[in-house]
């Protein structure tokens, strides 16, 4: 296959911080028309199977998907995982253990908002919870723009729920190691989703690409709905450097939200080799 081709490979259902079921999401990027498709919420696998089925109905093609949360240099730096088994018991567990610590994350945030005068915040974002194992910050913002606090996410963001804000809480994630581990055990491939949304000096992130790739990690996202339009022509010259395939994903979580929908972005630049490429055999 090849880099032309309407993939999507990253974005999230209400099993994590979405606000679409599996089908709903299926539907949408079928009327808009991908060919290739991966749900890929953070560090779960609930939504698997009725993605897959609902990408089938549609006469989609389907990659298994996961987003990972991993702590790399003391910030936060998400893998995207696809084509690997979502059953396999090192993989489910280790997922079990990310999503581990964010019920007691999401209480220090309330205290830290209530003390600038917003109370009840874990209580309001827990109406927006699909899945109580993975309450996030997402879900803290619908809550702030509910009451009234914000005018949107992205502002809630800003003002509320980044480092040395009031409502944000320093968390340790996954190791890259392991989670990479995880994702390559059965098949899958590792990508570096956003790399341009990471505060890293260029130092951090010569660090991060090449630790990523000596644990086994083979792809990045290049075209995002995270990135610039200059941000996609940095990390395809990043893709060549380290030799490393390409993937390309919205980044959809919500029709209100999200400013990329599923399956709108440019194609891949051509001398890439699509990550999809690589998981031929993986293909549902
Ligand atoms: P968490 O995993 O709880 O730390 O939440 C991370 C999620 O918050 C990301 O996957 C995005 O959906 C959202 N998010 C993070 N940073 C921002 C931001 N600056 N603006 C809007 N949404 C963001
Ligand atoms: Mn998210
Ligand atoms: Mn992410
Ligand atoms: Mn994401």
């Given at each position: 296959?090849?880099s032309?081709?309407?993939?999507?490979?990253h974005?999230h259902s209400v099993v994590?911080d979405?606000?679409?079921?599996?089908?709903?999401?299926?539907?949408?990027?079928?009327?808009?028309?991908?060919?290739?498709?991966?749900?890929t919420?953070h560090d779960?696998v609930?939504?698997?199977?009725?993605?897959?089925?609902?990408?089938?109905?549609h006469g989609m093609?389907?990659l298994?998907?996961?987003?990972?949360?991993?702590?790399?240099a003391?910030e936060t730096?998400h893998?995207v995982?696809?084509?690997?088994d979502?059953?396999?018991?090192?993989m489910?567990q280790g997922?079990?253990?990310t999503?581990?610590?964010?019920?007691q994350?999401?209480?220090?945030?309330a205290?830290?908002?209530?003390?600038?005068?917003?109370?009840?915040?874990y209580?309001?974002?827990?109406?927006?919870v699909g899945?109580p194992?993975?309450?996030s910050?997402?879900h803290?913002a619908?809550f702030?723009?509910e009451?009234?606090?914000?005018?949107?996410?992205?502002?809630v963001?800003r003002k509320?729920?980044?480092?040395?804000?009031p409502?944000?809480?320093p968390?340790?994630w996954a190791?890259l190691?392991d989670a990479v581990g995880?994702?390559?055990q059965?098949?899958?491939?590792?990508?570096?989703?956003h790399?341009?949304?990471?505060k890293?000096t260029a130092?951090?992130e010569?660090?991060l690409?090449?630790e990523f790739?000596a644990?086994g990690?083979?792809?990045?996202e290049v075209?995002?709905?995270?990135?610039?339009?200059a941000e996609y022509?940095?990390?395809?010259?990043?893709?060549?450097?380290f030799?490393l395939?390409?993937s390309r994903?919205?980044?959809?979580?919500?029709p209100l939200e999200?400013?990329?929908?599923?399956?709108?972005?440019?194609y891949?630049?051509k001398?890439?080799?699509?990550?999809?490429e690589?998981l031929?055999?993986r293909?549902?």
């Amino acid at each position: 296959m090849t880099s032309i081709l309407n993939a999507d490979l990253h974005c999230h259902s209400v099993v994590s911080d979405g606000t679409l079921t599996p089908e709903q999401l299926a539907a949408r990027a079928s009327a808009n028309g991908v060919e290739l498709w991966a749900l890929t919420d953070h560090d779960e696998v609930g939504g698997q199977q009725r993605a897959a089925a609902a990408a089938k109905a549609h006469g989609m093609k389907y990659l298994t998907g996961a987003e990972i949360s991993v702590t790399f240099a003391n910030e936060t730096v998400h893998i995207v995982g696809l084509g690997f088994d979502a059953n396999n018991p090192p993989m489910r567990q280790g997922l079990e253990a990310t999503r581990g610590g964010r019920g007691q994350r999401a209480m220090e945030m309330a205290a830290g908002l209530a003390a600038v005068g917003i109370p009840n915040a874990y209580e309001g974002a827990l109406k927006f919870v699909g899945n109580p194992e993975l309450i996030s910050r997402t879900h803290f913002a619908r809550f702030l723009v509910e009451s009234g606090a914000c005018t949107d996410t992205y502002e809630v963001f800003r003002k509320y729920l980044t480092e040395g804000k009031p409502g944000y809480v320093p968390h340790r994630w996954a190791a890259l190691k392991d989670a990479v581990g995880w994702i390559t055990q059965t098949g899958g491939i590792a990508v570096i989703a956003h790399p341009g949304r990471y505060k890293f000096t260029a130092n951090e992130e010569y660090a991060l690409f090449s630790e990523f790739k000596a644990h086994g990690g083979r792809g990045v996202e290049v075209v995002t709905g995270s990135h610039t339009v200059a941000e996609y022509t940095e990390y395809a010259d990043v893709a060549r450097e380290f030799g490393l395939a390409a993937s390309r994903g919205s980044d959809f979580h919500s029709p209100l939200e999200s400013h990329t929908d599923l399956g709108t972005l440019p194609y891949l630049p051509k001398d890439l080799t699509p990550v999809w490429e690589l998981l031929a055999d993986r293909i549902q």
